[in-house]
């Protein structure tokens, strides 16, 4: 095992009923900023909730914060908590709205442009704290102190991390989530899952605690995420993709262990190019990246072959070719297309994607940094 | 899956070299008050490692906190904080010290008695914050809020929790643990070992991450706890073994399940009456548990049996029958004498025992509070 250093201050209110809560959580006399998104939450309950849940509070709202959210977006906030002393924001939503909430948040306090954070690694000094009401199990920001912001005019994605965004506490009811649409269903179990397995088909550092909870995520996943599909009201299926979505990204199973985050690297272009779902970009590149890496993933996959997807027969390389074909299909009975060809996408968008990971600044992708642009080509070659 | 909050705000340094890092988490003019036990920390190196890590800063010392740390012990750091106002303690030992460090904490703002937190569930108001050099891996003191704590005069034994005495860091560095006795190796391994099985051999309520995380800890603990007593100074083992003893005790795997306790209820008695070591009292109660309690566990001991023990083969009750014979055989591995009589316990302390569960105002034991007196007594006849 590696060292490690694990913080994580999150407060979870997870449950039924458990948005009535909020309001023990935040000072009676603050002027709170709900901030939120396409407006969901007016038809699935959840605004009336939180609405009365704060009556006794000064609430002001802020909302349009899109999917991928914007820097052009999220500064238009500033001055509506600076002409009304906001001091609490509480996010309304999927990882989105939570991640744009964590950016108005130091941003608020910052004298020069808040962009300095995501571009320059300007740290924050301080922050507005902010809650979180959940409403998409998806990308564990209701849990973690890190934001993805997109900037419209540069087409940039960046991030940035400070334990200053730590929400306070993060609402997550498993109940408000039945009325979400599938495709977004099956983004967020695609989102979790290639969370934990960034995290997890590494390589071996003798962390067996670390390896049999991602595992944990991982089984779960795949048996409770085709159910959410069909059977959309069952309340314990959704209470465990919640769950799982949270622990994939809580820092917890990263504790001690090397990590890849390549397939998000790449998937990120794919987002930027063509519009592409988040969660659909991993389920189209993972596979990929499973096949042209697997000797250096060889053991991890081998393992997680036999104790995720219960592969034991066959040679090494059958039960690693078994076990990137089972993860596929997997992915495709969430709904999801996960060859570039089903998306429209071809070759010329490899080589324009293979062609951003050359510059010579940018630091390699995979958990031993040995992801050349040549591999980048082979990935996304073998899933045309 | 039942709604629950979690909540845990523990900083955990964790690996080889990071006491050194304590400095970082303990503000410049602190005076600190360094507590600890018998005197290990000055054999094994830990001492020297905090002195010199807490160079600059104003140090005093507060030794002799016993196992099963007494009220009549603690009080007697009241007066030093006073006069020298200190305003952080650094806990440096096992879970005996950070529990007793705990009690100070609360202790040192109270007017009044403050046995009260114990007896009288008076909730702490204030606490001196709190540091963590962990050197024993048992109780999971270092990453929870509670502690337990003894009173010589009246001789009880109880427990108390407060947010407050969370420790603000806690440096978890398993080669730091290499010099312990093995029968103190063999209790931390037990009592991590049931503090998962508390929570996770109940009733079945949907919630597989948590059923996975609880078998994850176990299966560490039975693979690694052997290999601990017989090569106690290999790294990456100790290491397992910390970290299973952390996150079993951490909150997490109690999120959203019902949790039993009666084998601590059990254990304690056995403490207070013969003053038998706690991970002790554990093993030799808790296969009479698991046989007396097997109705009410029935789907989970099975589930155990085939996830943790891989029985497979057998009816239903032979499984059962196999997987408490298998669980009394881990305990063994490790050096324990398991049974009532190999621990010089007969009949009549089973009476005294049954006695002191008869009165009318005490909560009946067990996830179900199903554990009448004569289950009491039938469960201790089993382990005679």
Not at 56 to 80: H, M, Q, S, V, W
Not at 99 to 118: C, H, M, N, Q, R
Not at 371 to 378: A, D, H, L, W, Y
């Amino acid at each position: 095992m590696m060292n490690f250093v694990f913080y994580n201050p999150v407060k979870i209110y997870f449950g039924k009923g458990q948005i009535a809560k909020i309001s023990n959580e935040i000072p009676k006399d603050a002027t709170i900023l709900m901030t939120y998104g396409g407006g969901s939450i007016f038809t699935n309950g959840v605004y009336e909730q939180v609405k009365s849940a704060l009556a006794d509070y000064k609430l002001l709202e802020f909302g349009g914060i899109e999917p991928n959210p914007r820097y052009e977006t999220l500064i238009k906030a500033l001055p509506i908590i600076k002409e009304n002393h906001v001091n609490f924001i509480l996010a309304v939503g999927g990882g989105s709205v939570i991640d744009g909430t964590k950016f108005i948040s130091v941003a608020s306090f910052y004298e020069g442009d808040p962009w300095d954070f995501l571009s320059k690694g300007v740290r924050a000094q301080k922050a507005l704290p902010i809650g979180v009401v959940l409403t998409l199990p998806a990308t564990g920001s209701e849990m973690n102190a890190g934001a993805v912001i997109s900037r419209e005019a540069t087409k940039e994605k960046r991030s940035f991390f400070s334990p200053l965004v730590f929400p306070r506490f993060s609402v997550t009811d498993p109940s408000v989530t039945f009325s979400l649409p599938p495709r977004q269903v099956a983004n967020g179990i695609v989102d979790a899952f290639i969370h934990t397995m960034e995290q997890y088909l590494t390589y071996p550092v003798n962390a067996p605690i670390q390896d049999r909870m991602s595992e944990s995520i991982l089984i779960t996943l795949m048996e409770e995420g085709p159910k959410a599909i069909v059977k959309p009201n069952d309340y314990d299926t959704r209470a465990n993709i919640m769950w799982s979505a949270t622990m994939a990204l809580n820092g917890l199973i990263a504790c001690g262990v090397p990590t890849d985050w390549a397939t998000h690297g790449i998937g990120h272009e794919l987002t930027a190019l063509h519009g592409l779902d988040h969660g659909l970009t991993l389920a189209i590149v993972y596979p990929g990246v499973m096949k042209v890496m697997q000797n250096e993933k060889r053991e991890k996959i081998l393992q997680y072959a036999e104790r995720v997807l219960k592969i034991t027969q066959g040679t090494e390389n059958e039960r690693i070719d078994k076990a990137i074909l089972k993860t596929d299909e997997f992915f495709r009975s969430l709904g999801m297309k996960t060859r570039l060809s089903e998306n429209g996408i071809g070759q010329d968008t490899i080589e324009t994607i293979v062609e951003r990971f050359t510059k010579p600044q940018i630091v390699r992708l995979g958990e031993n940094q040995s992801i050349t642009p040549e591999k980048v080509r082979q990935i996304l070659i073998e899933r045309l």
